[in-house]
């Protein structure tokens, strides 16, 4: 599965009631920045979880290498969750906040080897990439402060050394200067071929790592293009209220 485009062609899907979702269409392959904005509720989050294989669709499907997300095989399931990884808002909720820095990475680094991803790299050095020394490795998860626990979750995500990353609201916890710092490590990563979707309301994040920008409304992408061209001259009604709630955005495009 190298070398793969993920994307979700004519996406419905929800809660039950109304779509959250209704006909949203992206594709992001290695090589590929893309980003995804909209108002709180537009199904920002809804759209990853049914990329990612989490949350079924109703009406058309998400695809990796052409194959539905949720239908794959064991061993592509593996392999897909070693090559497209996902840093979220939420960080850790999953794991075993008991368990230390080091078994969590041991794990991901096992699981991308049993996969056909073995990356030849300890926990150290996965650590190394987001800024963390190697003392973090035998910290408990709950013992580590909101952001350390965001780049631990990041650093968990490299470790595959996955094709394609998912970063969904991927700084929320970080001060800016290790805001800046984490996006410095994820253009590097961009520039060495891994694909990006960066869904924020962090426009500064969204422009620095985004060439392509989709705006989600109406449970669809409703306007596309790079983030200053969204924010100058938007078309639609909610572009244009991204644009008035964040003036200083406009003001630095203009």
Do not use: C
Not at 118 to 139: C, F, H
Not at 152 to 175: C, F, S, W, Y
Not at 187 to 209: I, P, T, Y
Request: net charge neutral; hydrophobic share 40%.
């Amino acid at each position: 599965m190298s070398g793969t485009a993920l994307t979700a062609q004519d996406v419905w899907a929800g809660y039950g009631g109304q779509p959250v979702l209704a006909g949203a269409s992206l594709t992001v392959a290695p090589g590929e920045t893309v980003g995804v904005i909209g108002r709180s509720g537009a199904g920002k989050s809804t759209l990853v979880q049914v990329l990612l294989g989490r949350h079924k669709a109703t009406q058309g499907r998400a695809t990796y290498g052409a194959r539905p997300v949720t239908k794959l095989s064991r061993k592509e399931t593996k392999a897909f969750r070693s090559a497209v990884r996902a840093v979220h808002q939420e960080g850790l909720s999953g794991a075993d906040p008991r368990a230390t820095v080091a078994k969590l990475l041991t794990g991901t680094l096992n699981d991308a080897r049993k996969a056909g991803r073995a990356t030849g790299q300890e926990p150290a050095d996965v650590l190394a990439r987001v800024g963390l020394e190697p003392r973090y490795l035998d910290r408990t998860l709950y013992s580590l402060s909101g952001g350390e626990r965001q780049r631990v979750v990041l650093a968990d995500a490299l470790a595959t050394r996955p094709e394609i990353l998912v970063l969904d609201e991927p700084a929320t916890a970080l001060d800016p200067a290790l805001r800046d710092a984490v996006a410095d490590t994820l253009v590097s990563l961009a520039d060495s071929g891994v694909g990006l979707l960066v869904v924020s309301h962090d426009l500064r994040m969204v422009d620095r790592l985004a060439a392509t920008v989709h705006v989600l409304a109406e449970g669809r992408i409703v306007e596309s293009g790079t983030l200053p061209q969204l924010l100058t001259d938007p078309q639609h009604e909610d572009t244009r209220g991204i644009a008035e709630a964040y003036p200083e955005a406009v003001g630095a495009f203009r």
